[in-house]
């Protein structure tokens, strides 16, 4: 257990950043599973309704540090790329 005040200080701060980041997590993850459903099932007018959503929490969550910004850049390339070739 943590002795000093400092250290006390560093524990809240982690368990306080660890919430954020898990929520924010949460809510990417979930964003990105509803487009790849759309993808897969071969709905390119609800794929391309999610795309733009989709860009905007990747963007958040790298924005807010929970996700690198290239990591968020390769998810939006490769989503990208999967919606285009969807057939119309």
């Known amino acids: ?32 599973k509803r487009l790849r459903t759309a993808i897969e099932n071969k709905d390119k007018k609800q794929a391309l309704k999610l795309l733009p959503e989709t860009f905007s929490v990747i ?3 790298a ?6 910004h290239k ?6 390339s490769r989503l990208n790329k999967k ?6």
């Open 1 to 32: 257990m943590a002795q000093h005040k400092a250290a006390k200080k560093h524990i809240r701060q982690t368990f306080r950043r660890h919430a954020i980041n898990k929520k924010n997590k949460t809510v990417l993850r979930r964003q990105i």
């Open 59 to 61: 963007d958040q969550a």
């Open 63 to 68: 924005k807010k540090g929970t996700i690198h």
């Open 71 to 76: 990591t968020a850049d390769r998810y939006k």
């Open 83 to 88: 919606v285009s070739s969807i057939p119309s």
